[in-house]
């Protein structure tokens, strides 16, 4: 017999940006069913390489990553685990003269958003960082970015959201989607019908295929991360390295494993990917170069996910402009673990209040679409 559920907000998607959306709907007295296929962070949320910083965004994406900066701050507070969250400072490092001017220029248009960059050059590069390779220049230094570990901070928020009171429901697909004119209907095979007056699409990689059913196409391609780590090592890399450029990044967590990420592997299907072998040595090369204590480590593991990418390498974030009620919230190029609890609370507040006082024009859906703002329902509330 079929589960019927009626609720204000479903969610589809229990990454961090879906799970955090339901905590914060929960936090404000909303009630949410969130709707996971897998397992809450199992996908791009759980896999990614745990980067939390702000330095090297986009100028649009600051806002909500100093919102974002500041609910980390809060993290066992708001979902009982530190996440091995560390601020242990975001070095971006030069490669060439013409790296370092790059670095210089984002630092002047970043001065106003608090990011606090850093040039550290010349003799006083090598005095702070002996341990890096004679490839790196120079480098900025973002000293309140950090790391944390995806695999528990991500699960952690549903988990939170759950105590709260949110229904989420895992190992549960969304086969169906539709709206009847006045409320959302989910359907998930023969077990399970959602009718929601709010839909957040949080599905990732997959959520082009929702924004398509309501009539809001959108160019999303998908990308597969290399990652690997190494064996425990003694500590010697004291802040979380990023290039300009890209290329390569890298951090070490307390007990002395490496976390090293760079290039692309491949999807064996639309679900499932794998770290490619030429990559994964390419990245070795580039790691034993940058970070000579690595030329000796054994990698113990490496991995790969499916993550959900823009032409401009923006999210989309914010309501259709087809369909009243449902808002939009993928497509972060790799880079949503940082900003995904900020993006759930700016859902949550377009859920209840219809606007948000972070700034998200520049993630209207519209670029792809063309289409002019639709007008929206009024806010939700309990039922």
Same mark, same amino acid.
């Given at each position: 017999?079929?589960?019927?559920?009626?609720t204000?907000?479903?969610?589809?998607?229990g990454?961090?940006?879906?799970?955090s959306?339901?905590l914060a709907?929960?936090?404000?007295?909303?009630?949410?069913?969130?709707?996971e296929r897998?397992?809450c962070?199992s996908?791009?949320?759980?896999?990614?390489?745990g980067?939390?910083?702000?330095?090297?965004?986009?100028?649009a994406?600051?806002?909500?990553?100093e919102?974002?900066?500041?609910?980390?701050?809060?993290l *066992?507070?708001?979902?009982?685990i530190?996440? &091995?969250?560390?601020?242990s400072?975001?070095?971006?490092?030069a490669?060439?003269?013409?790296?370092?001017?790059?670095l210089e220029?984002?630092r002047?248009?970043?001065?106003?958003?608090?990011?606090?960059?850093?040039?550290?050059?010349g003799?006083?590069f090598?005095a702070r960082?002996?341990?890096?390779?004679?490839?790196?220049?120079?480098g900025?230094l973002s000293?309140?970015?950090?790391?944390a570990n995806?695999r528990l901070?991500?699960?952690?928020?549903?988990?939170a959201?759950?105590?709260?009171?949110a229904d989420?429901?895992?190992?549960?697909?969304v086969?169906? %989607?539709?709206h009847?004119g006045r409320?959302f %209907?989910l359907?998930?095979?023969?077990?399970?019908?959602?009718?929601a007056?709010?839909?957040?699409n949080?599905?990732?990689?997959?959520a082009?295929?929702?924004?398509?059913?309501?009539?809001?196409?959108?160019?999303?391609?998908s990308?597969h991360?290399?990652m690997?780590?190494?064996?425990?090592?003694?500590?010697?890399m004291?802040v979380?390295i990023g290039?300009?450029?890209?290329g390569?990044?890298?951090r070490q %967590?307390?007990?002395?494993?490496?976390?090293?990420?760079?290039g692309?592997?491949?999807?064996?299907?639309?679900e499932?990917?794998?770290?490619?072998?030429?990559?994964?040595?390419?990245?070795?090369?580039?790691?034993?170069e940058?970070?000579?204590?690595?030329?000796?480590a054994?990698v113990?593991?490496?991995?790969s996910?499916t993550?959900g990418y823009?032409?401009?390498?923006?999210?989309?974030i914010?309501?259709?402009?087809?369909?009243p009620?449902l808002?939009?919230?993928?497509?972060f190029?790799?880079?949503g673990?940082?900003?995904g609890p900020?993006?759930?609370?700016v859902?949550?507040e377009?859920?209840?209040?219809g606007a948000t006082?972070?700034?998200?024009a520049?993630?209207?859906?519209?670029?792809?679409?063309?289409? &002019?703002?639709?007008?929206? *329902?009024?806010a939700?509330? *309990?039922?």
């Amino acid at each position: 017999m079929i589960e019927r559920l009626v609720t204000p907000v479903a969610i589809v998607g229990g990454g961090i940006v879906g799970a955090s959306a339901a905590l914060a709907l929960r936090r404000m007295g909303l009630a949410v069913v969130l709707l996971e296929r897998d397992f809450c962070g199992s996908r791009s949320s759980g896999v990614n390489y745990g980067g939390v910083r702000r330095q090297g965004r986009p100028m649009a994406q600051l806002p909500l990553a100093e919102r974002a900066h500041r609910i980390w701050a809060r993290l *066992p507070e708001l979902i009982g685990i530190d996440g &091995e969250y560390v601020r242990s400072g975001h070095l971006k490092l030069a490669r060439s003269e013409e790296d370092l001017a790059s670095l210089e220029a984002y630092r002047e248009r970043a001065r106003e958003h608090g990011l606090d960059l850093e040039i550290v050059a010349g003799h006083a590069f090598r005095a702070r960082y002996p341990w890096l390779g004679q490839r790196a220049l120079a480098g900025s230094l973002s000293p309140e970015d950090g790391h944390a570990n995806p695999r528990l901070v991500s699960p952690a928020f549903a988990r939170a959201a759950a105590r709260l009171g949110a229904d989420v429901r895992e190992q549960t697909r969304v086969d169906e %989607v539709a709206h009847d004119g006045r409320d959302f %209907v989910l359907r998930c095979g023969d077990r399970l019908e959602v009718r929601a007056r709010f839909l957040l699409n949080c599905a990732g990689a997959w959520a082009g295929a929702i924004a398509e059913r309501f009539g809001e196409p959108v160019p999303m391609t998908s990308g597969h991360p290399n990652m690997a780590v190494t064996e425990p090592l003694p500590l010697f890399m004291d802040v979380n390295i990023g290039v300009e450029g890209g290329g390569i990044y890298g951090r070490q %967590v307390a007990r002395g494993n490496c976390v090293i990420g760079g290039g692309q592997g491949y999807g064996l299907d639309a679900e499932r990917a794998r770290p490619a072998r030429e990559a994964i040595f390419a990245l070795l090369v580039q790691a034993a170069e940058l970070f000579p204590e690595l030329r000796h480590a054994h990698v113990i593991r490496s991995w790969s996910g499916t993550e959900g990418y823009l032409p401009d390498r923006d999210p989309v974030i914010g309501f259709s402009t087809t369909t009243p009620g449902l808002v939009h919230a993928f497509g972060f190029a790799g880079a949503g673990f940082q900003i995904g609890p900020a993006v759930g609370e700016v859902l949550a507040e377009l859920v209840r209040d219809g606007a948000t006082p972070t700034p998200i024009a520049a993630f209207s859906i519209t670029r792809f679409t063309g289409a &002019e703002r639709a007008a929206q *329902p009024a806010a939700a509330a *309990p039922r």
